[in-house]
């Protein structure tokens, strides 16, 4: 698709997204030194334009900080480096029955303003023999949440991961989550959320999806 000025508030405000990843082929020819150098340049230049006096005490660390925090916290996903590991185990207690990981942290930013998208994800899955270890479904949500970002696009990355992974079709991925390029601009609907689904294998069975919704459903707070 071409990105002329006409596409850009189209594809803005409908949030096309495919499985597809928009990163080039040498994305990773730059070291994060060297990207972060260069990003550190382009938010100063930012700032200037937009009229700041950027000697300031206050603001003369934002272009620094900022390019920082791309490269090395919320844009680290872009890099395979980062990616958790596939390893998995054998399912030697025979469990047999859906694992759900609930109420994952989802800190993502949308790909098309660069603003946060902050909810939910809950992942599931039915082992055909291998298992993963818990706190690895997080890591994998991270992973995929932590660049620029399509909800849709970041809840079927998960569920693809997990498929390879654990080698198994059935595996489920509900994310909800506020998008504040809705919430604090354009439309400022700040209640409204966006959930997407994929459902792989077994969780495309009405009564399978059910189990899992309503697992999501229960409640969580233990300790209040
Ligand atoms: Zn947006």
Redesign the pocket.
């Known amino acids: 698709m071409s990105c002329d000025n006409k596409n850009i508030e189209e594809i803005?405000e409908n949030?096309i997204g495919s499985d597809h990843y928009p990163l080039r082929d040498d994305a990773f020819k730059l070291s994060d030194e060297e990207k972060m150098k260069i990003i550190e340049g382009h938010v100063k230049g930012i700032l200037e334009t937009l009229g700041l006096d950027i000697k300031d005490d206050s603001i003369c660390g934002t272009p620094k900080r900022v390019a920082k925090m791309y490269v090395k916290e919320i844009f680290k996903g872009l890099n395979p480096e980062n990616m958790p590991s596939m390893n998995t185990f054998e399912n030697k207690y025979k469990y047999g029955e859906m694992l759900v990981e609930k109420n994952i942290r989802v800190f993502s930013t949308?790909?098309?303003?660069?603003?946060p998208?902050i909810g939910m994800a809950h992942v599931a899955y039915i082992s055909k023999g291998r298992v993963i270890g818990i706190s690895k479904l997080n890591r994998i949500v991270d992973y995929f949440a932590r660049r620029p970002q399509v909800q849709e696009r970041m809840t079927m990355q998960i569920v693809e991961f997990l498929k390879k992974a654990l080698k198994t079709e059935d595996v489920a991925c509900v994310v909800d989550a506020k998008?504040?390029?809705?919430n604090s601009r354009g439309i400022k609907d700040e209640n409204s959320s966006t959930v997407t689904a994929e459902f792989s294998g077994k969780f495309k069975d009405p009564a399978v999806r059910k189990e899992f919704l309503s697992y999501i459903q229960m409640n969580t707070n233990f300790f209040e």
């Open positions: 803005g949030h949308c790909e098309h303003h660069l603003l998208i998008h504040l390029c809705v």
